[in-house]
C-alpha cells in the first residue's frame, strides 16, 4: 500500500495477547537519488580537491531539463567573479565581479569592478565588454538607473551618475549608509524596483545596520532583514524583519514579492512588516509568518531566484520558481499554486546539475528576451566559515554567465533600445513584453520621458478592453508620476480601476491606494476625520470581491484608516477567512496589530465594549502591544472571558509584563485566586513576572523583595508547594547512565508531517539519544485501548524498533499486549488499537520502550474511564520543583533550607535538583555550604558534569568580607585538587575577580598551570575584563611568545582525520552521539535547537573542514555566533550568546542554550569575545572512535 509522505500513515492493528506484533509497514514513493556525478565525494568537500575546469568543459558536464538549452554567455577573463546582475533598457547586461570576496579590501583600496555585457549580433553571447568601475569594495547590489546606476561597496549604497554619456561615472552621491560589513556574506544584495518606484533589497547575513534617508528617519536592520527605499534616498523603511542570510528577490504579476534563504525556508512570499524565524528570536504575539515550502533537500545556502514571466514558456514554468543551490551545485525548480491568496510550493526537481564541483549559481534571473541568466561564481571555495577568509585556495579569476532559453526561443523585443523609444512604443511594450521588460519600459515612462507620458498613459485607463498587464503598469507609472511636478493619476481613474473587473487590476489599484499620499490617516490623531471616505468605503466593499488576492491587499490597507470603525469592520471580515489561506489570515492579524499599536486607538479600543467573540479575536494581536492599556485589555480578558488554560495563560503573561505597576497587585490576585488550585498556572505567571522584570535583581522584583508582602507572600507560598511536588504517577529508566539536566519525558505535538489534530499530546523521551523504557501509572485494563504513537529511528540497520506494550502490573514480565513498529528515517504516526477482552479488569501498566537514537511518543488515548497521560508532563513538573527550590534563595526563605541541604546531599536525588538546591544554599548562608560544594567538586567519584556545575554556581555565589574570602580559599583548594574541564570551570569563575586575576596569573609563573590558559576560551575574556594596569602588564609578558593556533591542537586534528581515513566511523553510531552532545545547539532534519547553525546539509562541509570545526571551533567564529562577556554593575560576570534586545533589556544563552535576561540599567560593560559559543573541548570528551562515529554521521547530512 503506498501513502504520500505528507499525509498520516494510519493502520490499525490487533495484537496477539503474550507475543508482539509488527505493525503494518507504509511505503513512501520512490525519490529520485542524485547519480553519483552530481554529489558526494569532491561535492561534499568545503575546499573542492578537484582542478578548474574551462567553460567548455564545465559546459558539458551540465545535466539540464530536456526542455532546456543552456550556452555560455560569458566567462574569464573578460568578467571576473559576479555576484548580482541586473539589465538596463537597452538589453546589456551589467555585472558585479569581485576578487575582494569574502575578505574586504582596506578603504579606498578596492579593486572590485562593474562591466556592462552586451550580445551585439543576437547569438545569445556577449561581445561586448564596457568596463564602468574598478574602484569598488565587495560590490553586491546593482540597479541601472537612468544616467547611472546604483551599487552597494562597502560600506556604503552609492548613486554614481553619467553626466556626459560615456558610461563611466563622473559623480557619486551615498544614498544609505555606512550599513555594518563585519560579515561579507551577503550584505546589501538584489536592488530590485517594484511597481511602486521603491528600490526593494535584502540586507544579508549577521550584520547590524542603522542608516537613513535624507528625512532623518533611521531604519535598524539585523540579519536576514529585507528593506526598500527611495531612488533619490530620500527614504528607507524597514520590509520585514528575521530570515537568516536572504539572496536575490522577484516579482510576480499579482505585486508578491519572493526571496530563497538559507535557513529560515528555501522559498518565501515576503509580507510586508511580517516577522521570520530567526536564530533564537521569539515571534511578537502573532507568531511568524506562514511558510511557502518546507526545508527538504535543499543545502543551506541557496542564492538567486528567478519566475520565467515570457509567453514563450509553457504556464507550468511560468508558475515555477527557481533557485540555486551553490553547495550543491545545481538549480532547484519549485511549482507553486495558490491557497486562496498563499502560494504553496513543491519541488520538482532541477532545473540543471553539474558534475563539476566548483559550479556556483550565485545569481539568476530572468532577462527581457526571457532567456535565465545564472551567475556562477566558479570556485574551489564558497564557504565563508567553514573555511578561513585568506585560505589561498579561494579562486580569484574565473566567473561565468550561462544563458538558459526555453527550446532556444527568446523574445525579440528585448533587442530594442528602449532608451530611444518613443512614447507610444513604450506604452505598447507594456502590452507585450515579460514582466522584466515591463519594468524597465515603466521607468524609461517615468524617469525618462516624464510629465508628457501622462495623457497617453491616461488614455489606455479611459479605452475599453485594455490588456490587463498594460493597464497595470500605467496605473503604477501614473502613480510615480504622482511625485514629480504635481498629480497624474487622478482619482476618479484610480477608483474606476480599483472597481475594474480584472482582480489583475484590482488588485493593483488598491494597492495603488495603499501607497499613495494621503491615503488615511494613519499619521493623525484619531479623531481626525477620514480624509477620503470614498476610498475608505471601497476598500471595505473589497473585504467581499470574489478575488483573495483583492481581499488580502485590502485586509493590509486598513490600517490607512485608524478608527474604531475599522476595527469593528476587520472583526466582522474575520469569519471568512478560508483555513488554508495562511497568508491572507497572518495579514489580517497584522493588520489588527498595526491597529492596535496607534496608541490613541488602542487606548479606544482597551476601553471601548466588545462581543466576547470580538475580544476573543483582539486578545492575539494585542500580545503583539507593548503598552500599558494592552496590559489592561488583556488582564481583563482573561477575567471575563472562557479561555482555554494556555490562551489565558498567555494573557496574563503579557498583562504581567505591561500593566502599570499600581495594578499588578490586582492581577497576583486573581492569579492567586483563579489558580489556587493549579500550580503549573501559578508556576508560569510567577515566572513571567519575574521575566517581565528582566531578573530577579532588578525592576519590580527589587521593589519587592523588601516592600511589596503580596509577591513575598506568593513566592513563599509558591516555594513551599512546588518543593513538595511528588514525582507524579509515570516512571522512566534510561538504558545506560545519562548526566541529566533536566527531566527527559516530555509532551510534544504531532510531526508537522501527518494530520493530526494539532492539540493532540504525544509523551515520550525528549530529542536527544535517550534509549529506556517509559512505564505509566497503574490502571484497570479495559475492553480494548487504542491510541496513537508517532516515531522515528535514528538508525534503521542495527539494533531494534521502537514498541509499545501493555504488561501486568503484577508481573512486569507478562506481556499483555505489544506492538513493534517499523523502522523508519521519517516521522510516521501510526493508530494502534489492542482488543483486551481476555484481560479486561487486570492491573496494568502501558509501557514505551525506546530502542534507538530517534524517538517513540504516544498520546490520543481512546476507550478509557480516565485520561492515561498526566495533566501536566513530568519534564513540566520536575521544571517546576527546580524552580521552587531556586525560588527559595532568590527570595530568601530560610524555612526551606532544611529542604535544600537535604536535596543537596541525597545522592538519590536527580542532579538538576541538587544543583538548584545549591544554588539557593549559596545564596541563603554562603559560608554554610561553601565547603560543601568544595568537597563535591573535588570528589572524583561524581560526574564530571555535576562538578563543573557546581564549580559555575561557587564562582557565581555572591559575598563580600570574610564570605567572599571563605569562598575564594574553598576554590583555591579545588583549583589545586582537580583537572581537566572542572579546573577550566574553576578557573572562568576565578578569572571574573581581581583575586581570581592575580591567582591565576601566579600559578602561570609557577608553572602549576600552563601559559596558554591565560587565551583558553572562556577564559581570557574574563580575564582581559576589567583589568588593573600591572595585572595587564602581566599578562601581556605571559602571552608575548604564544603561538596563535595552538600546535597541539593542529596536531590532534591531523591525527583525528588520519583515523578517520584509516577507520570510518558508523553514521548510525554517530548519529546518538550527535544528539547527545550536538542537538541542543544544533538543528538537523527540524529536530534539535537553534541555539547555533541548522546544519542540515552539513555533510558538505568536507572531513578537513568538520574536523577543525569541531576540535578548534574558535578558528573561524560567525559573527551571527559570537560570544559576549557581560559585567554587571554588582559585580556578576556572565557569557553568553546574543539573542535579541529590546529597549530595557537584552537576552542572551548560555552554552546549555538556556536564555538569561539582562537589564541594560544593570550592565557596566560588555565585552565581545574571541570565542564562540562552542565548547572547544571535544577533542578530549570524544575518544577516537567517537569522534569518527560523529565525523560519520555528519559527513552524511546532505
Sequence with gaps: MNVPYARLSTFLIISILISCTTSLQTRRSPVAVAESTFSGGDFDEHIRKSEP????????????????????????????????????????????????????????????????????????????????????????????VQDGFLTFSIPNLTRYTDTDGDEKPDQSRRLLGPFEYKDTHGMVNHLTRGFDGWIQACHGFTNLSKVRGTDGDTLEMGSGNTFRFRLDGSRAELFTKGRVNPFGLVYDNWGYLYSPDSHSSPLTQLIRGAEYPHFGRIPEGIGFAPQMKLHEQEATALSGIALPSNKLYPEAYRKSLFIGDVVKCRIYRNSFTFNGSSPVATHEGDLLRSTDPWFRPVDMLEGPDGALYVADFYNRIIGHYEVPLDNLGRDRQRGRIWRITYRGKTDPLARTDWTKAGIDELIKALAVGNLPLRMLVMDQLVNRVGRPAVEPLLAILKKSGAQPDQYVHCLWALHQLNRTGGPALPETVLLRAARHKNPLIRTHALRAMHEAPGAGTSALPMTTPIRNETRYALIKKALTDPSPHVQRVAVESLPDYPTLETVRTLLAYASRIPALDTHLDYTYKLALRTLLRNKPLGNAVAVAKWSEGDRAVLNLPMTGVNEAYAGQFLFQSAQTLTLPKDDQLKLLSHAAKHLPPAERNGLIEFVRAKYATDRSGQFVLFRAVQQATKGPKTGL?????????????????????????????????????????????????????????????????????????????????????????????GATNIGGGHLVRLVSATDTANVLACTEFVKTNDYRAESVAWDLTNVSGQPVRFEIVDNSSGIVRVGDFRGLASPLLPATSPKDVAEQKRFGLELAGEFGITALEPVLRQTLLDKTQPYYFRLASARALMKLAPETYAA??????????????????????????????????????????????????????????????????????????????????????GIEDRLLLNMGEKQKEKHKQLTANLSPIDPEREALITSRLTSFTTTPGLPETGKEIFLAHCSACHQIAKEGGLIGPQLDGIGSWGTQSLATKILDPNRNISEAFRVYTIKLKAGDVKTGLFRRDDEQTITYADATGTEFVVSRSDLAEVQASRHTLMPDHFGTVLPEKEFNDLLGYLLSVK
Design 53 to 144: 575546469c574551462s567553460p567548455e568543459e564545465e559546459m558539458a558536464g551540465f545535466t539540464l531539463h530536456p526542455d532546456f538549452k543552456i550556452e555560455l554567455f560569458a566567462s574569464e577573463p573578460l568578467i571576473g567573479k559576479p555576484l548580482n546582475m541586473a539589465f538596463d533598457a537597452k538589453g546589456r547586461l551589467w555585472v558585479t565581479q569581485s576578487a575582494e570576496y569574502p575578505a574586504p579590501a582596506k578603504v579606498g583600496q578596492g579593486k572590485d569592478r562593474v562591466t556592462i555585457l552586451e550580445d551585439t549580433d543576437n547569438d545569445g553571447k556577449a561581445d561586448r565588454f564596457m568596463p564602468v568601475l574598478d574602484t569598488l569594495n565587495i560590490p553586491i547590489g546593482l540597479l541601472p
Design 701 to 793: 522584583m527589587a521593589s519587592v523583595l523588601g516592600t511589596n508582602a503580596l509577591v513575598k507572600d506568593w513566592a513563599v507560598t509558591l516555594a513551599n508547594e512546588l518543593v513538595a511536588l511528588p514525582p507524579g504517577d509515570w516512571s522512566y529508566n534510561l538504558a545506560e547512565f545519562l548526566y541529566l539536566k533536566d527531566h527527559p519525558v516530555l509532551f510534544s505535538g504531532p510531526p508537522q508531517n501527518t494530520n493530526l489534530a494539532k492539540n493532540l499530546r504525544f509523551m515520550g523521551f525528549e530529542q536527544g539519544g535517550y534509549k529506556g523504557v517509559i512505564r505509566s501509572a497503574v490502571f484497570a485494563a479495559p475492553q480494548s485501548l487504542s491510541f496513537t504513537a508517532v516515531q522515528v529511528n
Design 932 to 1017: 560543601t560544594l568544595g568537597e563535591y567538586i573535588e570528589d572524583a567519584k561524581n560526574p564530571e558534569t555535576f562538578r563543573k556545575d557546581l564549580a559555575t554556581i561557587l564562582g557565581d555565589s555572591p559575598g563580600r568580607g570574610s564570605t567572599m574570602q571563605q569562598i575564594q580559599a574553598v576554590m583555591e583548594s579545588a583549583l589545586k585538587r582537580t583537572k581537566g574541564d572542572v579546573q577550566l570551570e574553576l578557573l572562568k569563575s576565578l578569572a571574573a575577580s581581581s583575586f581570581g586575576k592575580d591567582l591565576i596569573m601566579a600559578q602561570v609563573y609557577a608553572g602549576t598551570l600552563y601559559t596558554r590558559i591565560l587565551v583558553q576560551p
